[in-house]
């Protein structure tokens, strides 16, 4: 991504309020925010399962002119 336009990850312990203000502050605004889920695998009796153990924020944000 071109410096007019970059992601903003959510940290492990930094509320999304936080972020947004992080961005402001590099003089970025969001536009975009995506969600993944993070998954952890847990065998029982040999079948394998996956739970969710926690999510991933990301916001594209753009440059303010």
Known sequence: MS?????????ENESIEECL???????????RRTEKPIFQEVK??????????GRQIVFEARLIE
Do not use: H, S
């Open 21 to 31: 203000n992080r961005m402001k502050q590099q003089g970025y605004a969001p536009v």
């Open 3 to 11: 410096k007019k336009k970059l992601q903003f990850e959510v940290q």
């Open 44 to 53: 029982i009796a040999g079948e394998t399962i996956y739970e969710p153990i």
